[in-house]
């Protein structure tokens, strides 16, 4: 166990922290003492009473600039607003003393109900609710008041306040590192909640919130101008598919989208393919695969870079010659794939964004969502996926990046003459179309043996669909492309018919059949 415990203390001094204060976390968690019935109210020294941990240190934090941040908005509550963008999240957090986090909330409590916030407001809520003792009665807040410095340099102490509630944060994460690993917790769990943990902390006080129209319009004059730039075509990541980039502007930043359809449809031969053609632009592109081994991603790379049937590949019948240049021309490609089974969300989470520092991932696969592990059990199925579908979605927003995640449709498309998916038939979750921004099914009639066209009697061997069922931003559209089963690729569909896939019988059927298979998707 002192050999797992030194291991941590290692991960956390690789984080920059001080040899010691290393040293300090590895005595063990800190500890921090209060009295009984909480905060003492005989004066404000009792009051401000210090939290100290074990080993007499104090933690980071500068009380001056909390109560010089209080009173500034105490006489000037244009200051409010401006301190809030910076100071979000839990007030007991962000202060170090309880009692300015309590005068904080009832100020923000007073704007959002449109009253004003001066010491006499401010005393009369806290009355009101019990809590004017807390903050050591109004005598302490008008000292506040009597301590405002210029509303302009709000600000700037804001973020002093908020430096100073993260260095604590981050000595609570460490402590808790050092606790896990001398309990003998699980220890990649352990880092992944400390890599999720310390991810949150990056975040706090960046800015965001609300957004002019003005701000929005003109950040949508940006994209036009870029489309425009673009041809007005593709201002996304682009599939390498023609028509499809046509509908969809390429997978956009932020996005989710959801590639389904039913096994053996060629979902990961989509995705795969998609991934290549993105890398080939200088994309760089994270791979998260839960199906397939590395290997088996390898070999399906091969086969595209060079052209040999993936079953020869597989059963070393292939051209060596051809599948070393296909190395050499795979080699340069920016693509990073993970295949660790039973993974959770919260690692997949915590991985990409290290992959994203690194690489700058400009596009995610997951295949496929439901073989994902859900971070916590829940009560159904359903729920399960839900909540890996929403926190996709989160990721796709945090990383700016779009993501796609493959996943599996239920039998009910079965049951249609023409065997098409719908939206409804998305597996166990309603909230798979909801959190998706887009949904494109792969469908192939040839897969149900639907080889002739209704109506026009057209040859559908090699034919597949990209069934664009849903799109938040743009319009819904079914593309047809080519279906290539000895490389799995899917490819530009020829307009001309005569160009269109050879179909052989024999070899529909050495191709179809190993790939057909339900091991081989």
Request: aromatic share 4%.
């Amino acid at each position: 166990m002192q050999l797992r415990a030194s291991a941590w203390v290692k991960s956390f001094r690789a984080l920059g922290v001080s040899h010691t204060s290393c040293q300090w976390l590895a005595r063990g968690p800190p500890s921090f003492p209060g009295k009984a019935g909480g905060l003492r109210v005989s004066g404000r020294e009792a009051l401000m009473e210090q939290q100290q941990p074990d080993g007499g240190r104090m933690p980071p934090q500068n009380v001056e600039v909390e109560r010089q941040v209080l009173g500034a908005c105490l006489v000037d509550n244009e200051a409010i607003p401006r301190a809030a963008e910076i100071l979000r999240g839990d007030p007991q957090r962000l202060f170090y003393h309880r009692a300015h986090a309590v005068v904080w909330q009832t100020l923000l409590d007073l704007i959002d109900d449109g009253e004003p916030a001066d010491q006499y407001t401010v005393e009369a809520s806290l009355r009101r609710n019990g809590r004017l003792d807390q903050v050591g009665g109004l005598p302490y807040i008008v000292e506040l008041t009597g301590r405002a410095a210029s509303g302009a340099n709000v600000a700037h102490h804001a973020k002093i306040v908020c430096d100073a509630a993260q260095a604590r944060s981050l000595i609570s994460v460490g402590a808790e590192m050092i606790r896990s690993a001398y309990d003998g917790d699980d220890v990649q769990t352990s880092m992944s909640k400390a890599m999720d943990s310390l991810y949150s902390l990056q975040t706090v006080g960046v800015a965001g919130g609300y957004r002019s129209a003005r701000d929005a319009a003109l950040a949508a004059m940006v994209s036009f101008r870029e489309a425009k730039a673009a041809g007005g075509t593709v201002q996304g990541v682009p599939s390498g598919l023609t028509d499809l980039d046509e509908v969809t502007a390429g997978f956009q930043k932020g996005d989710l989208i959801l590639l389904a359809g039913r096994p053996s449809s060629g979902k990961s031969a989509a995705a795969h393919g998609i991934a290549r053609y993105a890398a080939q632009q200088g994309i760089p592109v994270g791979i998260v695969s839960l199906e397939m081994s590395t290997v088996q991603i390898g070999q399906r790379l091969l086969s595209h870079e060079s052209g040999e049937n993936l079953h020869h590949i597989r059963t070393g019948r292939a051209d060596e010659h051809l599948l070393e240049k296909a190395v050499r021309d795979a080699s340069g490609l920016p693509i990073w794939t993970d295949d660790t089974v039973g993974v959770k969300m919260i690692d997949i989470r915590a991985r990409a964004r290290a992959l994203q520092r690194r690489h700058k991932i400009g596009l995610f696969l997951v295949d496929y969502l439901q073989l994902v592990d859900p971070d916590e059990v829940g009560d159904s199925s359903e729920r399960e996926v839900s909540a890996i579908s929403r926190a996709l979605k989160h990721m796709a927003k945090e990383l700016n990046t779009p993501v796609v995640a493959l996943s599996q449709l239920s039998r009910a498309s079965q049951a249609r003459k023409d065997k098409r998916p719908e939206l409804s038939d998305l597996r166990s979750s309603g909230s798979l179309e909801q959190d998706a921004d887009v949904v494109i099914f792969v469908h192939r009639p040839e897969q149900w043996h639907i080889v002739k066209e209704k109506g026009t009697n057209r040859d559908l061997h090699g034919i597949a669909e990209l069934i664009v069922a849903k799109q938040r931003q743009g319009p819904c559209k079914t593309v047809e492309v080519q279906w290539c089963a000895s490389t799995t690729q899917f490819r530009d569909l020829a307009k001309d018919a005569s160009h269109y896939p050879p179909k052989p019988e024999e070899a529909h059927q050495e191709t179809m059949s190993w790939y057909d298979s339900p091991n081989n998707r």
